[in-house]
């Protein structure tokens, strides 16, 4: 498994921006897919945005036009760029990495320790 390293999160005003970066602990980097996921008070974990190994990228509804997930293979690390935030966008937000050709398979995924973001006025 690969070791992840979330950070940029934080206390945003309604509207605002952030920027969340996550930098995996690997000389293959550019094997794996990547993936953003939240986890609010009370609520299950969501998948919020995925780029895989050859740039294909998804996003939830709920954040479409608002939030760009990019990769540097250069530098081992995915970015989530988050726009237009909103209140219910408060969560903490998780990295999370797998080898392209175990996507199928939940126990190759690693996880990094989330960061906090939060938007309130």
């Known amino acids: 498994q690969v070791q992840l390293v979330e950070s940029g999160g934080g206390l945003v005003q309604p509207g605002g921006s952030l920027r969340l970066s996550c930098a995996a602990s690997t000389n293959i980097f550019s094997i794996y897919d990547m993936g953003w996921s939240r986890q609010a008070p009370g609520k299950q974990r969501e998948s919020v945005a995925s780029i895989t190994s050859g740039g294909s990228i998804n996003y939830v509804d709920s954040v479409k036009g608002r939030f760009t997930i990019s990769r540097d293979n250069a530098k081992n690390t995915v970015y989530l760029q988050m726009n237009s935030l909103l209140p219910e966008d408060t969560a903490v937000y998780y990295c999370?990495?797998?080898?392209?050709?175990?996507?199928?398979?939940?126990?190759?995924?690693?996880w990094g320790q989330g960061t906090q973001v939060t938007v309130s006025s």
């Open positions: 999370n990495a797998v080898p392209a050709d175990q996507r199928n398979h939940p126990a190759f995924v690693s």
